[in-house]
């Protein structure tokens, strides 16, 4: 069936490159997402990526797909206390268009 | 400005007492979404709703009930909440289910059944 899997907890340092990973299963998933959740707030749309594409780059941030392996990952260059956060990995189901999301990854940033 | 509201943003009841969370978009959306937010376990869709009048379960819709009379609204409502309900929700929008469909989430509704 259809699952989103992600680690639960990342720490870096300040200035550090953070890279997020994120495995799926369903391989019609079209656009795959990222979220970004910070403490008492709603979730927030980062960045999506088309299941034809291999890389997506947004300034600070860079989506890797690998489809064969049906694995995505979230890379932030030069890592700030405000990129604190849960974030989450999502796809979209393509018949009922629910988000099917991981578990979320808590990003902690050192100081 | 484009925006997904959800009210009320806390709420405390206790067991058995009817509940609405209210849930409106202002971006004239078709498909709209109740999702719940648990520790461990990210967020799992309730119900949805491709256009007015139209609604189906998600993955977790048992002791909830939805309703879209308007293209605007899409409450969510709790007959007779149990702890087990105790819960984040939020209520997500998007132009339709299909293609990119960028969901835009409301700041969601922290619910406490006692």
């Known amino acids: 069936g259809e699952d989103v899997e992600q680690s639960l907890f990342l720490s870096v340092r300040e200035g550090d490159s953070s890279v997020i990973n994120c495995t799926y299963t369903?391989?019609?998933?079209?656009?795959l997402y990222w979220y970004k959740q910070e403490p008492g707030a709603g979730l927030q749309l980062l960045t999506y990526i088309f299941s034809n594409m291999d890389m997506k780059q947004d300034q600070r941030l860079t989506v890797l797909l690998n489809k064969k392996d049906k694995h995505l990952s979230l890379r932030i260059a030069d890592t700030q206390t405000g990129d604190s956060a849960i974030y989450f990995c999502a796809e979209r189901a393509s018949n009922t268009g629910k988000l099917i999301f991981g578990q979320g990854t808590t990003l902690q940033v050192k100081p | 400005e484009a925006q997904v509201t959800q009210n009320p943003r806390y709420l405390i009841t206790v067991t058995g007492k009817k509940l609405t969370v209210t849930c409106s978009q202002n971006?004239?959306?078709?498909?709209m979404s109740w999702y719940r937010q648990d520790p461990g376990l990210g967020l799992r869709q309730i119900y949805y709703?491709?256009?007015?009048?139209?609604?189906d379960k998600g993955d977790v819709p048992e002791g909830y009930k939805v309703s879209r009379k308007e293209k605007r609204n899409f409450p969510l409502i709790l007959e007779s909440p149990s702890p087990n309900q105790t819960s984040l929700y939020f209520c997500?929008?998007?132009?339709?289910?299909?293609?990119?469909?960028?969901?835009?989430f409301g700041a969601g509704t922290r619910l406490s059944v006692l």
């Open positions: 997500a929008s998007s132009p339709t289910p299909q293609g990119a469909g960028i969901q835009y």
């Open positions: 709703s491709m256009n007015v009048e139209v609604t």
């Open positions: 369903d391989s019609s998933s079209t656009y």
């Open positions: 971006m004239n959306h078709e498909y």
